[in-house]
């Protein structure tokens, strides 16, 4: 799947360096501007670092294990780079596209990989009105928060709060609460990939709420939109006996 120039990057714990030196030694490095796949060593969370900093270059990243968790992630093996890049499954991700407007009314953008999270900020239960392509689907939600999941990051922390997995090319967002109180019985959603959402804060002075896009957050916020960005695609590079797809699969059997 990809070419033969490589170049690596690695988070700064020391079994990532020591794992980078050791690629680096036997494989060389290309350097970004002529490389034509990025090699990542690091963990989920470093993944979603590397996406968002590379998201304009379009080239695909094939992440090797070194971190905890490691879902976006290949495992990492020293021997056979080149011939595993060349039988590697290429994943395409959409990323959200998000828009915040605070208290004082100045607009915060930014793209998540994985989800788009309100929390409330005081010890109060937030209250939002959650609207479905300019249609209000739920006036008043009584929560910690609510979430907004790609595919992708359905089984991050969606899945904690216990939202549905879904499949890579279902072409579905994940709507979630987070410890609703009221309703106390609705348990989220699942919506087309197209729709756009949208979060009211009530009552924004006495229950402040912050918006949470990946690793960017915004405070004091009165209305969210969110919707999937079709233009955008980020490139990802798996082994085909542990393509994305059969992770989420997999993910759903896990007793």
């Known amino acids: 799947m990809a070419g033969n120039k490589i ?10 360096v020591s794992a980078l030196e050791q ?3 036997r494989y060389g490095d290309a350097g970004p501007d002529q490389a034509d796949v990025i090699v990542v060593l690091g963990g989920d969370g470093y993944m979603l670092s590397v996406l968002h900093e590379t998201r304009q270059r ?11 968790v490691g879902f ?18 290429l994943a395409i991700l959409h990323p959200l596209a998000m828009t915040a407007i605070d208290a004082d009314g100045a607009e915060h953008t930014a793209m998540a990989i994985n989800e788009v ?3 409330r900020e005081t010890r109060q239960a937030a209250k939002i009105r ?19 999941a790609t595919p992708a990051g359905s089984t991050a922390y969606n899945l904690s709060a216990h939202g549905s997995i879904i499949p890579l090319d279902a072409d579905i967002l994940a709507l979630t609460p987070i410890s609703a109180f009221r309703p106390r019985r609705w348990r989220g959603a699942l919506l087309p990939g197209s ?14 709420v912050s918006v949470v896009a990946d690793n960017q957050e915004f405070r004091s916020i009165v209305h969210i939109e969110v919707i999937e960005d079709r233009g955008a695609e980020l490139r990802l590079l798996f ?15 896990i007793p």
């Open 7 to 16: 170049t690596f990057m690695a988070s700064e714990t020391p079994q990532a």
């Open 23 to 25: 690629l680096r030694a």
């Open 58 to 68: 379009s080239l695909p990243i094939y992440g090797m294990n070194q971190g905890t």
């Open 72 to 89: 976006l992630m290949n495992s990492f093996e020293l021997d056979d780079l080149p011939a595993r890049l060349a039988n590697a499954e």
């Open 117 to 119: 999270s309100v929390f």
């Open 130 to 148: 959650i609207s479905i392509d300019g249609n209000v689907r739920l006036e008043e939600l009584i929560c910690d928060g609510v979430l907004v």
């Open 195 to 208: 729709a756009r959402v949208a979060f009211d804060v009530l009552e924004s002075d006495k229950r402040p």
């Open 239 to 253: 082994d085909p006996e542990h393509n994305l797809e059969e992770r989420i699969l997999n993910e759903q059997f």
